[in-house]
């Protein structure tokens, strides 16, 4: 009966968040698929948001190619940023879709170097299959709200 509530809950919130801005409904539709290449990252969030994008798109994937430049602690990051405070819609969005099946990873402690920064409104790690970790960060700035998910390498440790 618990389960049954959760999911409940789980698809309210989805619900509630859906329709909500098109970065958000990018963001949740790709956002968690790999296996994408930035080419088509960018074509199945224009299916979704039109084109040209209305957010500013960041995603790269070293696992399918380089990617000069970035951080060696992520090995993909698909990140959107785009104008006004949504925060909280984007948390209740992307915290909705992690909990639908496949649920998406196992709460864990931040990897080293995530921490929450001014604006903040959701950062944890998840852990998943194959040794993986993934980060995902929400938050405002300077009246821009920004949504990130990285996926980190295999064998990433855990800061203690």
């Excluded at 790269?60 to 430049?69: C, I, R, V």
């Excluded at 980060?135 to 821009?144: A, E, F, L, P």
């Amino acid at each position: 009966m618990a389960v049954r509530g959760a999911y409940l809950l789980s698809f309210a919130l989805w619900a509630t968040a859906a329709g909500a801005h098109p970065a958000i409904d990018s963001f949740v539709s790709f956002c968690f698929k790999a296996g994408q290449t930035v080419e088509q990252a960018r074509t199945n969030m224009e299916s979704v948001a039109g084109s040209p994008l209305s957010f500013t798109l960041t995603f790269w994937d070293k696992s399918l190619a380089p990617a000069p430049g970035t951080p060696d602690h992520a090995e993909r990051r698909c990140a959107v940023d785009f104008a006004g405070n949504h925060g909280q819609t984007a948390m209740r969005a992307i915290q909705a879709k992690m909990a639908r099946p496949p649920v998406f990873g196992t709460p864990i402690p931040l990897p080293a170097p995530y921490a929450a920064v001014d604006g903040t409104e959701y950062i944890e790690g998840r852990e998943l299959l194959r040794g993986r970790i993934a980060v995902v960060h929400i938050g405002t700035r300077d009246d821009r709200t920004f949504i990130a998910v990285d996926r980190l390498p295999a064998g990433m440790r855990l800061s203690e």
